[in-house]
């Protein structure tokens, strides 16, 4: 039987690997890179692990059933909802996630630790999953999203849809939900990464959206469908978000939260992360302040053109810098301003009058009172120089 990379024994291995440990495994991931998917495979089953953990975990995983056979009825229960497994070896592969192989945070803990790329993809839905995410920004943020942050959100979403980029997120409430919504509602790609099986997405709320999502882009998880929403996997399926986008919004966030978690895995992968600034007095912006106080890479957006400056190619997205309306007293030489500037509100001054309150010879005065006039900034009366109706100050 072939055991290459992308045959049937490779999938099946893949999938048997992610039911006995969760996805990121460093010691299985680094098993697999080293001797495939099928070898490491029968290497866990026969206890030949070094790792004491991983041994407990896979002895405690295979007593529950065989991890080939749960591999082959997961594959069946795909193709009976219409989902297909993904794997390095096949052209849809999203190459960004590998960068997750050199990930390294600081911090301990199972989900820190274990950051490595995954062995295979659920996918729901018709585009290659590769070339959809090519192009991809990731929009994440509160559950308890406040009326503020679901409206900037949606603008964002439809902005980035608009120019043809892909939207990316968790599916969740609140800024996830207004993620994708944006985008179905722009007409473009939204893509949904799962936390649990993608023939069960969750919240259960949200369901009338993820059929939507299925429809008109992909719902992905690394869990085989029927696979539990479990409260760890919402952590460790953050890695992928970070990992297979162009760059990751953040618009709101709690102080300690999965969004701000997600972009610590943003900025450990040297990729553009973006923060929305939002009220000071909302509890729901002080991750996002916290973020670009304590982190300078980070970098304030208020709009889409400014996300697709920091992912788009350079010179791409170059926008020009706000500004106000221009008035014709703003192009004024300093001459003319002072002048201007020395016009009562009210009533009329003499040539002679301005020179002095400007501190200016009259020669001067009388040439720029010429271009004042011309500009229609100033008139001429019998009794002196006013100011002209749509010159005043007030304007």
């Known amino acids: 039987m072939l055991t290459g990379p992308g045959s049937h024994a490779d999938r099946v291995a893949r999938v048997a690997l992610t039911w006995l440990a969760e996805p990121g495994h460093r010691a299985v991931w680094t098993l697999v890179q080293q001797a495939g998917a ?3 495979l029968d290497r866990l089953l026969r206890g030949d692990i070094p790792s004491g ?3 407990a975990a896979v002895t405690a995983r295979s007593a529950a059933g065989d991890a080939r056979r749960m591999a082959e009825i997961a594959l069946r229960r795909a193709d009976r909802i219409g989902a297909r497994l993904v794997v390095p070896a096949d052209a849809e592969w999203p190459a960004r996630v590998d960068a997750l192989a ?7 803990g199972r989900v820190n630790r274990d950051t490595r790329p995954p062995l295979c993809f659920w996918v729901r839905g018709e585009p290659p999953l590769g070339a959809t995410l090519e192009r991809s920004v990731a929009i994440v943020g509160a559950r308890a999203a406040t009326g503020y942050g ?3 959100t949606s603008d964002l979403a439809y902005g980035l849809v608009e120019r043809g980029w892909t939207v990316v997120s968790g599916g969740a409430f609140g800024i996830d939900a207004a993620a994708h919504h944006g985008a179905l509602a722009g007409g473009g790609t939204t893509v949904a990464v799962l936390a649990c099986g993608v023939d069960r997405p969750y919240p259960a709320g949200n369901s009338t959206m993820f059929t939507r999502i ?3 882009g992909l719902l992905i ?3 085989p469908p029927g696979a539990e929403p479990l409260r760890h996997r919402f952590l460790i399926r953050n890695r992928v978000i970070a990992a297979a986008t162009a760059g990751t919004v953040v618009v709101e966030a709690a102080a300690r939260s999965g969004a701000t978690q997600t972009m610590s895995r943003v900025l450990a992968l040297d990729r553009p992360a973006m923060v929305v600034p939002g009220p000071v007095t909302s509890a729901m912006s002080v991750g996002c302040h916290e973020l ?3 982190h300078p890479p980070a970098r304030l957006v208020t709009s889409a053109a400014d996300v697709l400056e920091e992912v788009g190619r350079i010179g791409e997205y170059l926008e020009p810098a706000p500004r106000g309306p221009e008035r014709v007293r703003d192009r004024l030489d300093e001459e003319s301003a002072l002048i201007l500037e020395a016009v009562p509100r009210r009533g009329a001054v003499t040539p002679e009058e301005l020179a002095a309150e400007a501190r200016l010879d009259l020669r001067t005065v009388l040439r720029r009172l010429s271009l004042l006039e011309a500009a229609g900034l100033v008139v001429r009366t019998g009794s002196g120089i006013t100011l002209a109706p749509r010159g005043r100050p007030a304007d």
């Open 38 to 40: 099928p070898a490491t």
């Open 53 to 55: 953990a991983l041994r």
């Open 102 to 108: 050199t990930l390294e945070l600081d911090s301990g």
């Open 150 to 152: 679901v409206h900037v």
């Open 214 to 216: 299925a429809e008109r």
């Open 221 to 223: 998880s690394e869990w």
């Open 292 to 294: 670009l106080r304590s």
